[in-house]
């Protein structure tokens, strides 16, 4: 089948083929008027003209390539939303994503490294399935952006979810419901998790703005799973009647899920007996509890395009500081009154 060539489209469209090359290669084309532009890209499709990637990238010293470089994005359901926010920026600017996972595996990323530099992609993303701080590896280039990460030296720009304001956000909505014995069901310290303190500070914070002395009972930590999320709540329900929570910030959906689990085997309604908040809105659990969680979102979408308008050179970044990504509060059913004053 031969091979369909410029001078085709050229004929197609009644045009020269320098104004074909101008249209089609994204070049000065306000000496050609939108009509003919568009006549141009129509002739193309019809014809079925391909252009040669290679010579444009020679001529352009563009290869329209960005390379994201991840721990486990792609296997991670709810993470994956960064990659959809980068994927749609990229693709508005007539961009690929080349996607590589190296499962935290460091000469799996050097190896990756190496083959998108030979790639010659325009521009880099280094990315985490999690919020935590990492050592940047040795050949990432300087203009690299880190997504969902913060280099543990600075100086690169770096997009995170503000999990201080987040917690902020949480336990707000407990007191503005009228809850005073509020508990946070927080990640043990084994698991050096970046995000616990920040919501912790944040849970402090709120806490002294409402003039409510923290109870360190009520700071009840274990593993960030649904088990851990029961263990966590049998402790603070078992608490003495005085001291009860009637509301709990969950450190994530799935402890959320396993608070549930313990006030439903209790014969505790949510929101009636108790009020439960988590994070992270995680897809197939936080809309699907009954009642449907009230949660702080992780902002991944949001930060996954941040992280590539940044990349392209779209968007300004401040590489001194992470730029904090806001995590909105999802209202749904799980925040009512404190029991004493249902029906008050």
Known sequence: MARVRMSDVAARAGVSTATVSMVLNGMNTTRVSPQTQQRVRDAAEAVGYKPNSVARSLRTQQTRMVGLISDTIASTPFAGRMLAGANDVAREQGHLVILVDTEQDPGAERQALNALSGQQVDAMIYASMWHRVVEVPEGLPEDAVLLDCAPVAGGRAAVVPDERAGGVAAVRELVAAGHRRIAFVDAEERFDLVASPLRYEGYLRVLADAGIEPDPALHARAEPVAGGGREAARRLLDLPAGRRP???????????????????????????????????????????????????????????RWAMEVALGLRRADPAVPYLMPCPLIRRASVGPPPAQLGG
Do not use: I, K, W
């Open 246 to 304: 009637t509301a709990m910030f969950c450190f994530n959906d799935r402890m959320a899920m396993g608070a549930y689990s313990v006030a439903h085997h209790r014969g505790l309604s949510v929101p009636g007996d108790l009020s439960v908040v988590g994070y992270d809105d995680q897809q197939l659990v936080a809309a699907e509890l009954d009642p449907p969680l009230t949660t702080v979102a992780l902002p991944h979408y949001e930060m996954g």
